[in-house]
């Protein structure tokens, strides 16, 4: 069974960082790709960024990019987001996500990730 545990949420203002972390226990980590997404009150979960299991192909929605960059270290079972230039509509609860053991791309499709983490909620204060 894989758990992830997402940590670094906040409040912060708008221009300001933070730095997401999600810790993974359980064996695939280390063999599959890995993503971010979040979801604002009333709509939907979306694609925020994804990481191949090397950690050379990248994936990031065009709202966030240029601003935020992931990051994974295998030997340690994490994966970071990175996020610059805070925005107010960067406020959701950000989820991080693994693919199925095996799988090495990253994809922006939520429904190709097969284990998620219970959230970390960022607030951006204007």
């Known amino acids: 069974q894989v758990q992830l545990e997402e940590s670094g949420g906040g409040l912060v203002q708008a221009g300001g960082s933070l730095r997401l972390s999600c810790a993974a226990s359980?064996?695939?980590?280390?063999?599959?790709?890995m993503g971010w997404f979040r979801q604002a009150p009333g709509r939907e979960r979306e694609f925020v960024s994804a990481?191949?299991?090397?950690?050379?192909?990248?994936k990031y929605a065009d709202s966030v990019k240029g601003r935020f960059t992931i990051s994974r270290d295998n030997a340690k079972n994490t994966v970071h987001l990175q996020m610059n230039s805070l925005k107010p509509e960067d406020t959701a609860v950000y989820y991080c996500a693994a693919r199925a053991l095996g799988v090495v791309l990253p994809s922006t499709s939520l429904q190709l990730y097969d284990y998620w983490g219970q959230g970390t909620q960022v607030t951006v204060s204007s």
């Open positions: 990481i191949s299991l090397s950690g050379t192909y990248t």
């Open positions: 359980g064996r695939t980590f280390s063999r599959s790709a």
